[in-house]
């Protein structure tokens, strides 16, 4: 059934009269951490893949607060910040998780919704458009539960966004009052070219003290060819990770995801058995610390774990935390709180040392590209310099000035070369004088439209050139060793008839 679904690859079938992506992640067979409000942040979901966890579901959030974000590259962190104008992080990633994060979105309209998508899905791996959270914050803006009233407004928001991306596309429900609407629900979403659909298997009013309805995520799964992630198990069934295949083999679901139970341990994902709770907390801060996470969303997360232990020593203290610090001291992880916020300190002072130094190569008149010189990508005794000189003395030109300086703190290297009165350098640093130089002539061609010797630019007038010259070389060589033949045999000739006369008799 799920077959297709196995592929590693992104393509496009049609079956059925509708075109479906394929995606590259795939929904079958996971284990999967859920969205969750203020859960879901970036510590949690590298905690739940060091535990095993196959996919992360980042929390719901809201597509006009994201399209007020910049996308930022956040150095020192090495994350990718979308980050709003009041400079708060709304959301961040990692390379670590690019693979198997799913961006979940709030969104009751759809070109906001693929305006969102479009802004992140570089940085994911999948969209989510949540259709089953029954909280006011969601469905006050005709979003999450709302959305399953109005089947109209979910088939077009779930057709612009597969249509209008190239990443696997989702949507998390809840089930409706009767089984048939919730299969015709189903279906329809099925034909939008969905990659899977998540069932929290429960209605919208009902809440986690309610039984979850086995019966009717089966239902589903027996309905659609696309993979069903059974969700709502942590109350009944989910208490270790053997439970995990029980509640799939109750819902006939393709993959399970994990809300409260992954809450409160992480290491529910963990095939060995559950470990220590404080093992997991001490994990989950460093992730915390070393990501730069705000602390009052750290210390949520850990009262979460905490639950009936929030009445203990360690508890009331980790209640009365008032910064990530103290947080640390709680678990006994203040030594490390140190070393690592002394590392990332260390890297902001670097980063801006490293902006000052760019801003003294900083010239309103210089003319910049992102280029590196690379010479497997140029024939042998080939370079961007020759090509740049032998252009400078065609039209007439003073040869290139070449002025480069070095970054103290990595001792990397940065040229701006001056043609024709004007500059040209890359924006990237070298390891040496002489790619700099070679990346700043590269730039000065590039803009001038010439070309730089590069072994996929056709027939190479300086290769052309030099053959000329070697054979040049090569002939005047020959005719000097035809001369010095020549020469030779003439004094060898000399030579012979100057023994033959030594060797007459003379007559007496």
């Known amino acids: 059934m799920f077959l297709s679904f196995v592929l590693r690859f992104v393509s496009e079938y049609t079956t059925k009269g509708m075109t479906v992506n394929i995606p590259a992640l795939c929904f079958g067979g996971k284990n999967i951490l859920a969205p969750m409000v203020r859960v879901g942040t970036l510590p949690m979901r590298l905690l739940a893949l060091d535990f095993g966890a196959d996919i992360v579901y980042c929390e719901e959030l809201i597509d006009i607060k994201m399209l007020q974000c910049k996308r930022v590259i956040n150095e020192v962190l090495e994350t990718v910040d979308f980050v709003a104008p009041n400079e708060r992080v709304v959301f961040r990633t990692c390379e670590r998780e690019r693979d198997c994060v799913v961006f979940q ?230 030594h490390f709180y140190e070393e690592t916020t002394a590392i990332l300190e260390a890297k902001k002072v670097l980063k801006a040392k490293t902006q000052d130094d760019d801003d003294q190569m900083e010239d309103t008149d210089v003319i910049k590209m992102s280029v590196r010189f690379d010479k497997r990508d140029y024939p042998p005794q080939i370079t961007p310099k020759m090509y740049l000189l032998e252009w400078c003395r065609k039209e007439k030109h003073p040869q290139p000035v070449y002025e480069t300086v070095q970054r103290s703190l990595d001792k990397l290297f940065c040229s701006v070369v001056t043609v024709a009165e004007q500059k040209y350098r890359s924006t990237l640093w070298d390891k040496s004088k002489k790619l700099a130089e070679q990346a700043a002539a590269i730039v000065c061609l590039r803009t001038l439209g010439l070309p730089e010797g590069k072994l996929n630019e056709g027939e190479n007038h300086l290769i052309n050139k030099r053959k000329r010259e070697n054979q040049e070389l090569l002939n005047n060589k020959e005719h000097e060793d035809d001369l010095l033949v020549e020469a030779a045999h003439k004094r060898a000739h000399v030579t012979e008839r100057t023994s033959d006369f030594s060797s007459t008799e003379v007559p007496r």
């Open 105 to 334: 979105m709030g969104s009751a309209d759809a070109e906001r919704a693929l305006a969102v998508a479009k802004l992140v899905e570089n940085d994911v791996a999948g969209i989510d458009i949540n259709m089953g959270c029954p909280k006011e914050y969601s469905t006050k803006g005709g979003m999450g539960a709302a959305l399953l009233s109005d089947p109209d407004k979910i088939e077009c928001i779930l057709s612009t966004l597969v249509k209008g991306i190239c990443k696997p596309v989702t949507c998390k429900i809840r089930i409706l009052s009767s089984l048939e609407d919730t299969i015709r629900l189903v279906k329809r979403i099925e034909k939008t070219g969905v990659a899977a659909i998540a069932v929290h298997g429960r209605k919208k009013e009902e809440r986690p003290q309610h039984p979850v309805h086995c019966e009717v995520i089966k239902a589903i799964s027996e309905a659609v060819t696309i993979p069903v992630i059974a969700n709502g198990g942590s109350h009944d069934f989910i208490k270790e990770y053997t439970d995990i295949e029980a509640f799939q083999q109750a819902t006939g679901a393709s993959s399970v995801m994990i809300a409260r139970a992954a809450m409160w341990n992480p290491s529910i994902f963990r095939r060995e058995g559950l470990c220590p709770l404080k093992e997991v907390m001490q994990a989950y801060i460093k992730y915390a610390v070393r990501y730069d996470n705000h602390y009052t969303n750290t210390k949520y997360c850990l009262c979460q774990m905490l639950r009936e232990q929030l009445e203990s020593t360690e508890g009331k203290k980790l209640h009365a935390a008032q910064s990530t610090q103290e947080i640390c001291e709680v678990f006994e992880m203040g």
